[in-house]
């Protein structure tokens, strides 16, 4: 009988011995804890990684690893929540581990906290710590994806296409050597284009961006357009972007679908790989998008541009 169970063991800021002690006593563990139960385990989970620091505020990680995680593609999760809240415990893929994947769910600076671009600078920084421990944990170097949902999915896709960006790169972390580079995106419903977005969007919608854009990027779009093109996906676009996976519901009333059709249509001219997903009579969020025929889209989407 197989039996799924997922172990966390706590790191409190560890140092590259203490990370290295922790896993190798994680996989110990969970191998003797399976052995005993008969079944076997999906993952195993390393909780509250500090993987950089933003002045006195420590930024930390969830690592989901695979029984074997020898050369599996990481891939970089970022929460959704309107750039203002949410957390890293909200992993909405987390079941890909079971196909081999390893998954990294990343806290970042909330607007409340730190405006744009300090989120890009932050989801940078965790990608080079993650490529920089590659060979520690297993995973693929070559092989870092970065995904999202919402507003995760927004910042996702602008990590994804603004590698080495004199202003959104930043410098968190100690790992400045390291490229932030990614080998794919995968987008669930994010925003692509601050500047047309609240045109776009329903009542309902306006009355959740309108105060999300202004923590964003300190106003109106209207107001701040040069701020609002720098945050802006779509506006990044070019001949050596990485692969894109779409996921949007046609009925999203707060990051309209037309959003996606934006970077969508960026992608096609550009004749760059890009796949798109429409769940007819999809809001935003919810079951639909992260069912086993959606995650098994993912797997396939990502299998077939990163072989």
């Given amino acids: 009988m197989r039996v799924r169970q997922s172990f966390s063991f706590i790191v409190p800021s560890p140092s590259a011995y203490e990370l290295e002690v922790n896993r190798i006593l994680a996989l110990i563990s969970l191998i003797l804890l399976t052995s005993l139960s008969g079944g076997f385990a999906a993952a195993t989970k390393l909780v509250d990684l500090e993987y950089a620091k933003a002045g006195e505020i420590s930024l930390k990680l969830d690592l989901y690893l695979p029984l074997d995680a020898k050369k599996s593609t990481l891939i970089v999760w970022v929460h959704g929540g309107a750039w203002r809240k949410g ?126 854009l202004d923590l964003l990027i300190g106003g109106h779009p209207e107001t701040v357009p040069e701020m609002a093109k720098l945050a802006s996906p779509v506006f990044h676009v070019d001949a050596s972007d990485p692969p894109l996976l779409l996921i949007h519901g046609d009925q ?16 096609k001219k550009l004749s760059l790989p890009v796949s798109f997903e429409v769940i007819h009579g999809g809001a935003h969020g919810g079951k639909a998008f992260f069912d086993a025929e959606r995650l098994a889209l993912v797997d396939w989407f990502l299998k077939k541009h990163l072989k």
């Fill in 87 to 212: 957390s890293k415990d909200s992993v909405s893929i987390e079941s890909l581990v079971e196909k081999g994947y390893a998954i990294a769910s990343i806290d970042y600076r909330l607007t409340p906290v730190a405006p744009f671009p300090a989120n890009v600078h932050d989801i940078k920084a965790a990608i080079r710590f993650l490529r920089a421990h590659a060979d520690r944990y297993g995973y693929d170097k070559e092989k870092i994806v970065v995904s999202g949902s919402s507003a995760g999915a927004h910042l996702a896709a602008l990590v994804g296409v603004t590698n080495g960006h004199p202003n959104l790169e930043g410098k968190v972390g100690d790992h400045l050597d390291e490229s932030s580079d990614i080998a794919a995106i995968v987008d669930f419903y994010g925003a692509s284009n601050l500047t047309t977005i609240l045109k776009q969007s329903t009542p309902h919608g306006l009355s959740v961006r309108e105060p999300a």
């Fill in 252 to 267: 999203d009333p707060q990051m309209p679908i037309n959003q996606a059709h934006e970077i969508h249509g960026a992608y």
